[in-house]
């Protein structure tokens, strides 16, 4: 399971968990949940590395449009309602494939930025191929529902410097 993430807001040390953001967020996407939460993993201590990052300094963009990253962001940062947070499609990398092109993320605090990018074999083919599915069935639901809880619980249990490398 994840450690706490460490922000302060105005010099006020607040700790998110996993389950702190899910309460926000509700049930619907438990993996875009992990995967912003290991994004924070690795990249706060990269950004802000002798004291935790003030929270509403941090900036994100990413080529991920799923609800669970954009309100794990919002939760923990309030990028979103503060207009630092942008899904930006310029972003993706074509030349991973559709399973891993979106899976980029950089965020920057007080002049540093950091480039995250997925590492193979946390998101599946059957997921983003379910997933991205127009008029799915009531089975297909289900077993996508399956495929989110699955890949949560695969990132919430590896170290975040496993799945996400800083490029550049």
Same mark, same amino acid.
């Given at each position: 399971m994840s450690a706490p993430l460490q922000l302060v807001d105005d010099?006020?040390?607040?700790?998110?968990?996993?389950?702190?953001v899910m309460k926000y967020h509700g049930p619907g996407f438990p993996g875009g949940v992990a995967h912003a939460v290991k994004?924070?993993?690795?990249?706060?201590?990269?950004?802000?590395?002798?004291?935790?990052?003030?929270?509403r300094e941090i900036t994100v963009a990413t080529?991920?449009?799923?609800?669970?990253?954009?309100?794990?962001?919002?939760?923990?940062?309030?990028?979103?309602?503060?207009e630092r947070f942008a899904v930006d499609s310029t972003l993706e990398r074509s030349d991973r494939g559709s399973t891993l092109e979106?899976?980029?993320f950089v965020l920057t605090y007080r002049g540093t930025t950091v480039r995250l990018e997925i590492r193979e074999g946390f998101v599946?083919?059957?997921?983003?191929?379910?997933?991205?599915? *127009? !008029? +799915?069935?009531?089975?297909?639901? =289900?077993?996508l529902t399956v495929l989110k809880q699955e890949m *949560? !619980? +695969?990132?919430?249990?590896?170290? =975040?410097?496993?799945?996400?490398?800083?490029?550049?």
């Open positions: 010099g006020m040390r607040i700790d998110f968990t996993v389950d702190d994004v924070l993993e690795r990249a706060l201590p990269v950004l802000s590395p002798d004291s935790p990052a003030e929270r080529a991920h449009r799923g609800q669970g990253v954009r309100d794990t962001f919002e939760a923990v940062t309030r990028a979103v309602t503060e979106r899976y980029v599946t083919d059957e997921f983003i191929s379910l997933g991205r599915k *127009a !008029d +799915r069935t009531e089975t297909e639901n =289900a077993r *949560a !619980d +695969r990132l919430l249990a590896a170290p =975040a410097d496993e799945i996400y490398d800083i490029i550049g």
